[in-house]
């Protein structure tokens, strides 16, 4: 009868612990994530179709085209994420509120028809900045499953504008009045909300995630790129103050770079002593 009781005791130990494994398992197949994350942003912006107001009659209209700046402003981003984790695939979803600036510059010149070399140059240069909140759906696969994860992202996102400020500063190049003189005005700041409309668009990217007992530290960089123009073309002449100045607002392909850091907390427990990396 004593043996027999200890086979019993072995056979439930060996139940258990096989028990405890496939949850062990489950648990690392599948698992919900919550997190944050925030970061910087390169915004770049490329005219689909230019607009402007004036057009020169004694030299060629290209020369005051405007020339977008390649990535070159700073702007913030901050997001909440809420993933599900099956068999190395991630599907999430991370809204969040981002803002990008990006820009750009032109001149407008005035010659004397009679004395050539008398002339005065004025250039404008435009800071766009634009404020949105993102919806976006994330499809990521990890390439590794150790503590150290690089994994690959591809996905779309919906963005609603939240606010647009323009803000324009004039510098003219005066060679018209016997002499050389530069002169600068006071920077033009606008509310262009009513400029912009809401759009979507792709992202692809990598990163990596850090295991630390069950949180995970995230880096990640992607490219997001709008699928449509981001301008609203009804009041692109709207504003007084800037058709004052001779700034029509070109039709937009908005694109981004984004690099993001944050951490990852699973919401499926096992026990308290659980780590989502024991195996």
Known sequence: MLE????????AANFNATKGKANANQFIEQQWWLGFKSGINWAQADPLKRYTILIPTNYSSSLVEKKYDVFQEIGIQTTVEISYYYKGFYFSTQPGYISSTFTYSNQLQWINPIISNEKLTQTYRQSQKVEYAEFPFIIKYDITGSKLRPYVQVGIYYSVLLNAVKTVNVSSLDEAAGGT????????????????????????????SYQLGNVR????????????????????????RLSGIGDAQDDLNLKNVVISAGVLFPLRYLSSNFKSNDR
Not at 199 to 206: F, L, N, P, Q
Not at 217 to 240: G, H, M, T
């Open 4 to 11: 027999a009781h200890g086979q019993g005791k072995k056979r």
């Open 181 to 208: 003189n530069t002169i600068t005005s006071e920077p033009l700041i606008v509310g262009v909300k009513d400029l912009f409309s809401n759009y979507a668009g792709w992202m692809g990217g990598v990163g990596a």
């Open 217 to 240: 530290i995230v880096l990640d960089a992607s490219y997001r790129q709008s699928l449509s123009n981001i301008v609203n073309p009804q009041n692109r002449f709207a504003n007084d």
